[in-house]
């Protein structure tokens, strides 16, 4: 199983832009599906996006036009480039492997923080 380091959160004013990155530990080649996944203060982690080893995407209604996931195989790395950020996009992200859309299935990181506000 790879481990996972998120890193690139930040404080950022509404309307701003941020890219994560999550760096895995050995190669996420043959790994299908890795998710974005965040959790805001007193709620539930929730996903916002995730991408298949052969490039397809999926969004949550929240994030989609703004958000892009994207992988690099060859360097085992994860993003998720955040445009035109909400106060309601504060929360600590994550990433993980995945079954599909909800299903993350590996061990959670520390995460990243990103904070939305002027």
């Known amino acids: 199983q790879v481990q996972l380091v998120e890193s690139g959160g930040g404080l950022v004013q509404p309307g701003g832009s941020l890219r994560l990155s999550c760096a895995a530990s050995?190669?996420?080649?043959?790994?299908?599906?890795m998710g974005w996944y965040r959790q805001a203060p007193g709620k539930q982690r929730e996903q916002v996006a995730g991408v298949t080893n052969a490039g397809s995407t999926n969004y949550a209604d929240s994030v989609k036009g703004r958000f892009t996931i994207s992988r690099d195989n060859a360097k085992n790395t994860v993003h998720l480039q955040m445009n035109s950020l909400r106060p309601e996009d504060t929360a600590v992200y994550y990433c993980?492997?995945?079954?599909?859309?909800?299903?993350?299935?590996?061990?959670w990181g520390q995460g990243t923080q990103v904070t939305v506000s002027s």
């Open positions: 993980n492997t995945g079954v599909g859309w909800g299903l993350a299935s590996g061990s």
């Open positions: 050995g190669s996420i080649f043959s790994i299908r599906y």
